[in-house]
């Protein structure tokens, strides 16, 4: 997927990869062990690796290639293979870039997949998602879900438009977790932290957020508009539906229904409940 895209995507999909592989770690902290040497390693010595990659590679397509070569091309890596070994070097590039996009869709299907299962365990998703395999102690049913929410999209959408879609929708909330960050470090100061970074670092990212927000919608205002419609589409849904009192209108008969699809999961999937706030066991 990145190496199709690259001519039309390379600095944002590039950025938006190096960013994920950070983000996929702190998906997973709660599964690591001895987290507070573990997880700032991993980011110290894996993101500037895939960092390097990636600059290696774009530097080679202008090794190979000329500048109008690139523009109109619709797949730059498979040129630069054919450039280079000929026609085994379109199978080559082509093997790799399969290889890629597989390894990106399991990590993010471990990382969508831990956010459902953590959203569900605290209650702001339906219970259904909140099972560990007894064994295994993995998320099956958030796994399963988010794997069939990624195959929709992929069998009904365009993929162009999915990519800029998911970045402007990415980076809000990229965005805001930065802010979040900063605001945090002022009003929890004696909050222990397992690990900590300079100030600053989250105040830039929080204008590099914003820039990769504002200049795709003004380029191609048409997808981010509809991820920005989609995110707000959620705030009566929860304001409504999930958040505590005043506000909750929820039905009795909602937790009947998430605790009956709960019991269901549980069976077929082999999981026991984490959920924090509901209390199946009466229903």
Not at 140 to 152: E, G, I, K, R
Request: aromatic share 10%; glycine share 6%.
């Amino acid at each position: 997927m990145v190496v199709v895209y690259v001519s039309k995507h390379t600095i944002n999909t590039h950025t938006q990869t190096i960013l994920l592989s950070r983000n996929i770690l702190n998906m997973g902290a709660e599964e690591v062990k001895n987290v507070e040497k573990t997880l700032p390693r991993a980011v110290f010595i894996g993101v500037p690796v895939v960092a390097v990659c990636y600059i290696l590679v774009n530097l080679s397509y202008f090794v190979v290639l000329s500048y109008p070569e690139i523009l109109f091309s619709e797949s730059v890596g498979l040129s630069v293979g054919h450039d280079v070994l000929g026609s085994g070097g379109v199978v080559v590039v082509s093997l790799l870039v399969a290889s890629s996009t597989f390894g990106s869709t399991n990590a993010g299907l471990f990382k969508s997949s831990r956010v459902m299962f953590a959203s569900a365990r605290d209650g702001r998703f339906p219970g259904m998602f909140s099972g560990l395999h007894q064994s295994a102690r993995t998320p099956v049913p958030s796994v399963v879900a988010m794997t069939m929410v990624v195959s929709l999209g992929v069998l009904v959408g365009d993929i162009e438009n999915l990519i800029d879609a998911f970045s402007a929708a990415t980076w809000v909330f990229y965005g805001l977790s930065f802010l979040g960050l900063i605001i945090m470090r002022f009003t929890h100061k004696k909050k222990r932290r397992p690990y900590k970074v300079w100030v600053g670092i989250p105040v830039v990212m929080v204008f590099v957020s914003l820039y990769l927000v504002v200049v795709p919608l003004y380029q191609k205002p048409v997808p981010s508009l509809i991820a920005f419609a989609t995110i707000l589409s959620g705030v009566p849904v929860y304001v409504f539906l999930v958040m505590e009192k005043p506000w909750r209108l929820r039905p009795k008969v909602f937790d009947r229904i998430s605790c009956y699809l709960a019991r269901i999961t549980e069976s077929l999937c082999n999981t026991l409940s984490s959920r924090n706030d509901t209390d199946c066991s009466g229903e």
